[in-house]
């Protein structure tokens, strides 16, 4: 069966540090992977998305950048933080073959940023 | 550009009925529905595409109005277990991504 990690779980920031966020998939190959956004009481908010290794799509422009170095492998970098870039991030995946419009949208546990 | 759920915020008794709109101002190519525990990630409920079907769920079930560009969810007889937020996610067109809607919060009381 797959599964999907996510980590850190939570995790406190000052302003201006660096930010690393994981995700794994595991028990498929060739995932389409994705980053979401979502703001206290808020919707979804997708950041990037990748449909291969080294294949990075940008939904909005901002001081955040992702990374697949591998096939299951996704990262959320920032170079410095804001505090506007506070929220719950959501990795998902969905099978290769089915994009976010028909296919359905396997999220990770997600990880709590607050940046101070 | 976002759809637009409605209501923001529901209150029922266990047992009562819900719907929950989602509207497009564009033309609708499928139609995703999530729920959304606090704290957690959220969950697939199910996906509605271009055609004007309707999906049930056990209890839930979700409906799509091309001529209306929305689709609606229908909870019955709801359970403390619906308690969550749910989330619509439309696409416009074949291979667009999903744009989510604001989230309509869901709570069920005894």
């Known amino acids: 069966s797959q599964t999907i990690h996510q980590w850190p779980a939570t995790l406190v920031q000052p302003v201006g540090s660096p930010l690393s966020l994981e995700c794994t998939v595991e028990?498929?190959?060739?995932?389409?992977l994705y980053w979401y956004r979502q703001a206290a009481g808020r919707g979804l908010q997708l950041l990037f998305y990748s449909v291969g290794i080294g294949q990075i799509s940008s939904e909005v422009p901002q001081n955040l950048s992702a990374s697949r170095p591998q096939d299951r492998q996704f990262i959320l970098s920032s170079k410095k933080l804001l505090l506007s870039d506070s929220g719950f991030y959501l990795c998902?995946?969905?099978?290769?073959?089915?994009?976010?419009?028909?296919?359905?949208?396997?999220f990770g546990e997600g990880s709590r940023l607050t940046v101070l | 550009q976002q759809p637009v759920q409605s209501p923001q915020a529901v209150i029922l008794r266990e047992g009562e009925d819900a719907v929950i709109n989602c509207s497009s101002s564009?033309?609708?190519?499928?139609v995703h529905w999530y729920r959304q525990k606090h704290g957690e990630a959220p969950v697939f409920l199910m996906i509605?595409?271009?055609?004007?079907e309707q999906k049930g769920h056990e209890k839930i079930s979700a409906s799509f109005n091309e001529k209306k560009q929305q689709s609606s969810l229908y909870l019955t007889a709801s359970q403390l277990s619906y308690s969550g937020t749910y989330f619509c996610g439309t696409s416009n067109n074949a291979g667009n991504m999903l744009t989510f809607g604001g989230g309509t919060r869901l709570m069920v009381k005894p």
């Open positions: 028990g498929t190959s060739n995932p389409n």
């Open positions: 564009k033309a609708l190519y499928s």
């Open positions: 998902a995946w969905t099978h290769r073959g089915q994009g976010a419009d028909t296919g359905e949208l396997f």
């Open positions: 509605l595409l271009k055609g004007g």
